[in-house]
């Protein structure tokens, strides 16, 4: 069974703090790893896709990067626009059944204070 | 570009009733598209996965006779919650999927059945 855990569950930073978010996942062969971007009550909005260990994109001051085992998203200098709950997410190689959806990681909640 | 709605974005029943919730890709083409719950404070659960043209794919304990998946275009995809009870009440959001991976999701349904 495919599984993501997130950490920290939360997290509070000072502006122009700079941190990373982690996303550990076990997948039955990685076909593409998720970042998304959800604000409350609101959809998730996409960030990244990551398709092999190694891989690193970048995104204003966001960078996600990639390796066999987990992702990092990296955050530099947030600004209080920034705040959100930061998703990811793993899609398998092969899902079966016609099945073929992400799993979800429950998130990590970051605030950013002024 | 990837924009997709849905609509409604609350809708409260009473109990016992049914409701329809539609999702549509604004300006690209989405031959899958997928349903996921969202309970408060949890992340997304997968419940569907639904093709163009054919029969929903749902996932493990997601009653099929209660949520009516229908994929009548690449456009438009349904979910009717049937005979809906409180224990429904949630945030439903659904994505589609454009070119091999990435998924965009919708703004999200609010549910509440009273």
Same mark, same amino acid.
């Given at each position: 069974?495919?599984? *993501?855990?997130? #950490? !920290?569950?939360?997290?509070?930073?000072?502006? =122009?703090?700079?941190?990373?978010?982690? +996303?550990? @996942?076990? *997948?039955?062969?990685?076909?593409?790893?998720?970042?998304?971007?959800?604000?409350? =009550?609101?959809?998730?909005?996409?960030?990244?896709?990551? @398709?092999? /260990?190694?891989?690193?994109?970048?995104?204003?001051?966001?960078? /996600?990067?990639?390796?066999?085992?987990? #992702?990092?998203?990296?955050?530099?200098?947030?600004? !209080?626009?920034?705040?959100?709950? @930061?998703? +990811? /997410? *793993?899609?398998?190689? @092969?899902?079966?059944?016609? /099945?073929?959806?992400?799993?979800?990681?429950?998130?990590?909640?970051?605030?950013?204070?002024? | 570009?990837?924009?997709?709605?849905?609509?409604?974005?609350?809708?409260?029943?009473?109990?016992?009733?049914?409701? &329809?919730?539609?999702?549509?890709?604004?300006?690209?083409?989405?031959?899958?598209?997928?349903?996921?719950?969202?309970?408060? &404070?949890?992340?997304?659960?997968?419940?569907?996965?639904?093709?163009?043209?054919?029969?929903?794919?749902?996932?493990?304990?997601?009653? &099929?006779? &209660?949520?009516?998946?229908?994929?009548?275009?690449?456009?438009?995809?349904?979910?009717?919650?049937?005979?809906?009870?409180?224990?429904?009440?949630?945030?439903?959001?659904?994505?589609?999927?454009?070119?091999?991976?990435?998924?965009?999701?919708?703004?999200?349904?609010?549910?509440?059945?009273?």
């Amino acid at each position: 069974e495919d599984q *993501v855990t997130q #950490s !920290p569950e939360a997290l509070r930073l000072q502006e =122009g703090e700079s941190s990373s978010l982690n +996303c550990s @996942y076990t *997948v039955s062969g990685l076909r593409g790893l998720f970042w998304y971007r959800q604000d409350p =009550g609101k959809g998730p909005e996409f960030l990244f896709t990551l @398709y092999s /260990a190694g891989e690193e994109k970048e995104k204003e001051r966001l960078k /996600a990067t990639l390796t066999k085992k987990e #992702s990092f998203l990296h955050i530099t200098a947030p600004k !209080p626009e920034d705040s959100a709950t @930061y998703l +990811c /997410a *793993v899609q398998a190689a @092969y899902s079966g059944g016609g /099945a073929d959806g992400l799993t979800f990681g429950k998130g990590t909640h970051l605030i950013i204070q002024p | 570009g990837a924009v997709v709605s849905q609509h409604p974005s609350r809708v409260i029943c009473k109990s016992g009733t049914s409701v &329809k919730i539609e999702c549509r890709s604004l300006d690209f083409q989405a031959t899958t598209m997928f349903w996921y719950r969202q309970f408060p &404070k949890q992340s997304l659960m997968l419940m569907a996965t639904s093709n163009e043209g054919s029969k929903a794919t749902y996932e493990q304990g997601v009653e &099929k006779d &209660k949520f009516l998946i229908n994929h009548a275009s690449l456009t438009l995809s349904t979910l009717t919650v049937t005979s809906a009870h409180p224990e429904d009440s949630s945030f439903y959001i659904c994505s589609a999927r454009r070119g091999v991976e990435t998924q965009y999701f919708g703004p999200g349904t609010r549910l509440l059945v009273l």
